[in-house]
């Protein structure tokens, strides 16, 4: 069986801003597995709209061969300034584990109201942002780029030397049962197919399951 690293959004009290520009930035944005000093680390962030209010959620799997894993978690609002997205984190923490498989435990919550985060479009019309949540790697481009509803449980499937099994990382993970995705990103079409198995070969895999109350 796949093991998921269940991830525990918290919740919080946003301030509303006025950002008042289109739901057409509204989505999943996932950077490749990046090469750090010490191991690697993939990037998702999720931009989406209530109420005509723009706000983020943004998560970085890091892993590092000392340490394990962590998983950085930035929740914050959305602003515009010119072409740029401003993101602006209220709320961060970091959960840690030795392992893979393992339920991510807290380790710390910090002050990060100071931070800001520009999200832009570069010429080939992709998308990136300014830094890693930590700082590790400056200008980091977003290629995977997936439609999606706020909420919704969407992974990444990925390989890495250091899991007994291949990963299954993302965002709304929890309370899923074991149970299989409900849909599978073609990213070629640019549209989500049923889902008929998890692929194999390089690359990541997205799929979708089915929200939940438990979520």
């Known amino acids: 069986m796949h093991k998921f690293l269940a991830v525990g959004l918290f919740s919080l009290t946003f301030i509303w ?3 008042n520009f289109a739901k057409s930035t509204d989505g999943l944005y996932f950077s490749d597995q990046l090469a750090t ?3 690697y680390l993939i990037l998702g962030i999720e931009i989406f709209t209530e109420k005509g209010k723009s706000f983020y959620n943004a998560q970085e799997l890091r892993y590092q061969n000392s340490r394990g894993w962590e998983e950085v978690i930035f929740v914050g609002k959305v602003t ?4 740029e997205l401003v993101l602006v984190p209220e709320a961060c923490q970091i959960r840690a584990t030795d392992s893979w498989g393992k339920k ?3 380790l710390r919550r910090f002050d990060c109201e100071h931070l800001s985060f520009r999200f ?3 010429s080939k019309n992709g998308f990136q942002i300014s830094e890693s949540l930590l700082g590790t790697i400056k200008l980091v481009s977003l290629p995977n780029v997936l439609e999606h509803s706020a909420g919704t449980p969407v992974a990444v499937h990925f390989d890495a030397l250091q899991m007994t099994k291949e990963g299954i990382w993302g965002f709304h993970l929890n309370g899923l049962g074991g149970k299989d995705p409900e849909k599978s990103w073609n990213p070629s079409k640019h549209v989500w197919e049923p ?3 998890y692929k194999t070969g390089a690359g990541f895999q997205f799929y979708r399951w ?3 109350f438990s979520n």
């Open 17 to 19: 801003t006025d950002p």
């Open 37 to 39: 000093e010490n191991g």
């Open 80 to 83: 515009k300034e010119g072409e």
């Open 104 to 106: 991510m435990a807290l």
């Open 120 to 122: 832009t479009q570069n």
């Open 195 to 197: 889902f008929q198995g």
């Open 210 to 212: 089915k929200r939940s």
